[in-house]
């Protein structure tokens, strides 16, 4: 896990960056195109190497081994011969642009396979086979002749590209899809199903009349009472909520789980959608919403087709476009373990199945692809720490994330309360005994990490700060001086 460089950093390099000697132009031309591919299937040294994480302690724990971005690595006893592991540090990926980013798209396609493999990620059946449909995809475009890619006025047009979104952006302010709404707050409204869960008790969902309007869902039983202006069965804030997919598409099942800020920590709550277009536009509402972005943002059609794209991608055909007999295919390196004992020799044939809905796509959309699709997973981009809470006994976990830092439960991973970055003053750590302090609008938090040094916590939350702070400009250098403030302490 070496030194953060700002391709580790996640930003974008630019080819032209005359502050940077060595930019990723280079990097994917003249100085080793091979980096843009990997190979197949690793070696057995380097499979025997990987991690498994079977609970979400061990998940935690992989992070002890991050290297220190503040000292070189030969101070932290790294010596020349010895093997380090590359990975992306902060999920938060920039500018993936295919004319000149191949190599940064294989790093992250490669990262988010081996979670995946590796179950340090969950995912559906439905979605495991997406991704093991995908693999086969890059596997066999590998081999193929791809189109070239002319890069030279990459950087102009890519600006220019920018710039006219942006100005778009600024002009229509959001998305209406006809002149009648131009006056009125978008608003969406459908029967949807809901249910407050409570433990040791069986409910079933009971039907409402759902209306989304100014980061709020309200519920009325019926949709005359709603038009009448009678008192809602439920009403719930959306802003700071934790958005969860509970999909299930062989069952036909689209659901939306919320857990919702309260005194007592995480209420949860769960929506239940009739189709597939039904669900995609609530939980692109709740969504937004939760990050304090409403339906007239001009995101939301955007956060629409995605939702829809992912899910379309989950649809097997009925007969695989390729014969199971023609390829060999390992299904180890195409699916997680707990996979490859439910399914057993159906693997082959329901991958292929899969396959027929990404068989046109070329190499570089394929990993494109796989990489939005982990994106998309719910537990994408959460950083896990063993912590302490001043004044608590038990162990808990601790979630970083790119905007918020989440408290959960050590064994099911359940959201007990969640603090997003847009809300934080500050955050120090008393280095004499190893305590960390976030300060928040609404509250401070103190707590001490178990299962690493709480530099690396520390790291993590001001590399995030940092990473927000790029602007959208595509020649912007690295500010290292910052970058060390935020991350280390500095004065």
């Given at each position: 896990?070496?030194?953060?460089?700002?391709?580790?950093?996640?930003?974008?390099y630019?080819?032209?960056?005359?502050?940077?000697?060595?930019?990723?132009?280079?990097?994917?031309?003249?100085?080793?195109?091979?980096?843009?591919?990997?190979?197949?299937?690793?070696?057995?040294?380097?499979?025997?190497?990987?991690?498994?994480p079977?609970?979400?302690?061990?998940?935690?724990?992989?992070?002890?081994?991050?290297?220190?971005?503040?000292?070189?690595?030969m101070?932290?006893?790294?010596?020349?011969?010895?093997?380090?592991?590359?990975?992306?540090?902060?999920?938060?990926?920039?500018?993936?642009?295919?004319?000149?980013?191949?190599?940064?798209?294989?790093?992250?396609?490669?990262?988010?396979?081996?979670?995946?493999?590796?179950?340090?990620?969950?995912?559906?059946?439905?979605?495991?086979l997406?991704?093991?449909?995908?693999?086969?995809?890059?596997?066999?475009?590998?081999?193929?002749?791809?189109?070239?890619?002319?890069?030279?006025?990459t950087?102009?047009?890519?600006?220019?590209?920018?710039?006219?979104?942006?100005?778009?952006?600024?002009?229509?302010?959001?998305?209406?899809?006809?002149?009648?709404?131009?006056?009125?707050?978008?608003?969406?409204?459908?029967?949807?199903?809901?249910?407050?869960?409570?433990?040791?008790?069986?409910?079933?969902?009971?039907?409402?009349?759902?209306?989304?309007?100014?980061?709020?869902?309200?519920?009325?039983?019926?949709?005359?009472?709603?038009?009448?202006?009678?008192?809602?069965?439920?009403?719930?804030?959306?802003?700071?909520c934790?958005?969860?997919?509970?999909?299930?598409?062989?069952?036909?099942?689209?659901?939306?789980?919320l857990?919702?800020?309260?005194?007592?920590?995480?209420?949860?709550?769960?929506i239940?959608?009739?189709?597939?277009?039904?669900?995609?536009?609530?939980?692109?509402?709740?969504?937004?919403?939760?990050?304090?972005?409403?339906?007239?943002d001009?995101?939301?059609?955007t956060?629409?087709?995605?939702?829809?794209?992912?899910?379309?991608?989950?649809?097997?055909?009925?007969t695989?476009?390729?014969?199971?007999?023609?390829?060999?295919?390992?299904?180890?390196?195409?699916?997680?373990?707990?996979?490859?004992r439910?399914?057993?020799?159906?693997?082959?044939?329901?991958?292929?199945?899969?396959?027929?809905?990404?068989?046109?796509?070329?190499?570089?959309?394929?990993k494109?692809?796989?990489?939005?699709?982990?994106?998309?997973?719910?537990?994408?981009?959460?950083?896990?720490?063993?912590?302490?809470?001043?004044?608590?006994?038990?162990?808990?976990?601790?979630?970083?994330?790119f905007?918020?830092?989440?408290?959960?439960?050590?064994?099911?991973?359940?959201?007990?309360?969640?603090?997003?970055?847009?809300?934080?003053?500050?955050?120090?750590?008393?280095?004499?005994?190893?305590?960390?302090?976030?300060?928040?609008?609404?509250?401070?938090?103190?707590?001490?990490?178990?299962?690493?040094?709480?530099?690396?916590?520390?790291?993590?939350?001001?590399?995030?700060?940092?990473?927000?702070?790029?602007?959208?400009?595509?020649?912007?250098?690295?500010?290292?001086?910052?970058?060390?403030?935020?991350?280390?302490?500095?004065?």
């Amino acid at each position: 896990m070496n030194n953060q460089s700002y391709g580790e950093m996640n930003g974008s390099y630019s080819p032209y960056n005359v502050n940077n000697s060595l930019t990723l132009e280079m990097l994917n031309g003249s100085l080793d195109s091979s980096l843009a591919n990997s190979p197949s299937q690793p070696s057995p040294e380097a499979r025997n190497k990987l991690l498994r994480p079977r609970t979400l302690v061990e998940r935690a724990r992989i992070n002890v081994a991050w290297l220190d971005s503040s000292l070189s690595i030969m101070e932290q006893g790294v010596r020349e011969y010895d093997t380090l592991c590359l990975r992306f540090k902060f999920y938060s990926f920039y500018d993936l642009n295919p004319k000149y980013d191949s190599v940064r798209i294989n790093q992250i396609y490669e990262q988010a396979k081996w979670q995946l493999l590796n179950e340090e990620i969950d995912c559906t059946e439905e979605e495991m086979l997406m991704f093991a449909a995908l693999q086969v995809q890059v596997t066999l475009q590998a081999g193929v002749p791809q189109p070239i890619m002319d890069s030279s006025n990459t950087i102009v047009e890519d600006d220019i590209d920018a710039a006219l979104t942006d100005l778009q952006v600024t002009l229509e302010g959001s998305h209406i899809s006809s002149s009648s709404d131009i006056m009125q707050i978008p608003e969406l409204f459908d029967y949807l199903r809901f249910i407050k869960p409570k433990r040791f008790t069986l409910k079933a969902f009971k039907r409402y009349w759902f209306t989304c309007r100014d980061l709020h869902l309200t519920l009325y039983k019926t949709r005359e009472e709603a038009t009448q202006g009678a008192e809602p069965a439920h009403h719930i804030n959306l802003r700071g909520c934790e958005v969860t997919p509970d999909v299930n598409i062989a069952q036909s099942k689209y659901g939306i789980k919320l857990e919702v800020p309260s005194a007592e920590g995480m209420t949860e709550m769960m929506i239940r959608c009739d189709t597939e277009e039904q669900y995609a536009k609530w939980m692109a509402a709740c969504r937004l919403a939760a990050k304090g972005r409403s339906l007239a943002d001009s995101s939301y059609e955007t956060e629409v087709k995605s939702i829809v794209a992912f899910l379309q991608m989950q649809h097997p055909a009925l007969t695989p476009a390729i014969s199971p007999s023609s390829l060999n295919i390992n299904p180890d390196d195409y699916v997680a373990p707990r996979f490859l004992r439910k399914l057993k020799g159906k693997l082959v044939q329901r991958i292929l199945e899969a396959h027929t809905n990404v068989k046109d796509l070329p190499l570089v959309d394929a990993k494109l692809s796989y990489i939005k699709a982990w994106q998309s997973l719910p537990e994408y981009g959460i950083s896990l720490f063993i912590v302490k809470f001043m004044g608590h006994k038990k162990e808990e976990l601790l979630g970083v994330a790119f905007n918020r830092l989440m408290r959960m439960d050590i064994n099911t991973g359940d959201h007990i309360k969640t603090w997003r970055y847009n809300t934080m003053k500050a955050w120090n750590v008393n280095w004499e005994v190893k305590h960390m302090m976030v300060q928040f609008e609404e509250a401070n938090i103190i707590f001490s990490c178990l299962s690493a040094d709480c530099k690396v916590i520390h790291e993590f939350i001001g590399g995030y700060i940092f990473l927000s702070m790029r602007s959208k400009e595509a020649n912007q250098t690295l500010n290292e001086e910052l970058f060390h403030k935020l991350t280390g302490g500095w004065s």
